[in-house]
């Protein structure tokens, strides 16, 4: 079954950063580059913009520090009106918003993970377009471990947008399980994410 896409990407953005203690969209891309004017949000922003007809990025409480960023960066900014209900309200704000513009698909992606290489979006890219008839969406996996970005048909986005409250996206993974296409790919930053300042010291290039 060949699909032909109009991507939106999605950014969830909208996280309070606790452990980090500062938000973790304005971190220093990359890590190290004191000099580097680029940060987390604006890279992912950037990676994926070759990919997508628009990119969206869902923010919180933390609206007017990113506002001036996204939009300097081509991006879309909607924001969760409850952050404080977690990430997975962050998805659903972002995912109407896929709908509202009247796109069919969607590449989810959270602003704590380190942009993947083109190549591998490329290739997640490919692996959607020839999904199988009944499969719903393409995660990546690298050494055996699920990572992101998620790229999701307009079915699994309903399937989201129908979860009973108290769901995580996880456990509508895990539900639908069997429409999932994983595919295995070199790329280590599939499976990174940033929560504290030793995992950000961890990214930098040594010395």
Same mark, same amino acid.
């Given at each position: 079954?060949?699909?032909?896409?109009?991507?939106?990407?999605?950014?969830?953005?909208?996280?309070?950063?606790?452990?980090?203690?500062?938000?973790?969209?304005?971190?220093?891309?990359?890590? +190290?580059?004191?000099?580097?004017?680029?940060?987390?949000?604006? @890279? $992912?922003?950037?990676? #994926?913009? !070759?990919?997508?007809? /628009?990119?969206?990025?869902?923010?919180?409480?933390?609206?007017?520090?990113?506002?001036?960023?996204?939009?300097?960066?081509?991006?879309?900014?909607?924001?969760?009106?409850?952050?404080?209900?977690?990430?997975?309200?962050?998805?659903?704000? +972002?995912?109407?918003?896929?709908?509202?513009?009247?796109?069919? @698909? $969607?590449?989810?992606? #959270?602003? !704590?993970?380190?942009? /993947?290489?083109?190549?591998?979006?490329?290739?997640?890219?490919?692996?959607?377009?020839?999904?199988?008839?009944?499969?719903?969406?393409?995660?990546?996996?690298?050494?055996?471990?699920?990572?992101?970005?998620?790229?999701?048909?307009?079915?699994?986005?309903?399937?989201?947008?129908?979860?009973?409250?108290?769901?995580?996206?996880?456990?509508?993974?895990?539900?639908?399980?069997?429409?999932?296409?994983?595919?295995?790919?070199?790329?280590?930053?599939?499976?990174?994410?940033?929560?504290?300042?030793?995992?950000?010291?961890?990214?930098?290039?040594?010395?």
């Amino acid at each position: 079954m060949n699909r032909d896409p109009a991507f939106c990407a999605v950014i969830l953005a909208a996280g309070q950063s606790t452990r980090m203690g500062r938000d973790k969209a304005l971190l220093p891309w990359p890590p +190290g580059n004191a000099s580097s004017n680029e940060t987390f949000l604006a @890279a $992912a922003i950037a990676s #994926l913009q !070759d990919f997508n007809d /628009v990119v969206i990025v869902v923010v919180g409480n933390n609206e007017t520090s990113l506002t001036p960023l996204i939009y300097s960066s081509g991006a879309v900014m909607v924001r969760n009106p409850t952050p404080e209900c977690g990430q997975f309200s962050s998805l659903l704000t +972002g995912l109407r918003e896929v709908l509202n513009r009247g796109r069919d @698909a $969607a590449m989810m992606t #959270l602003v !704590d993970r380190p942009p /993947v290489s083109r190549s591998t979006l490329r290739l997640l890219c490919e692996k959607f377009r020839i999904l199988e008839r009944g499969k719903w969406a393409v995660i990546p996996e690298h050494k055996g471990r699920h990572g992101h970005p998620i790229l999701i048909a307009r079915e699994m986005i309903e399937a989201f947008l129908k979860a009973p409250p108290g769901s995580t996206a996880r456990d509508i993974q895990h539900q639908y399980q069997s429409v999932i296409e994983y595919v295995s790919v070199e790329d280590p930053a599939v499976t990174l994410n940033v929560n504290t300042p030793e995992d950000y010291a961890a990214l930098r290039p040594p010395s």
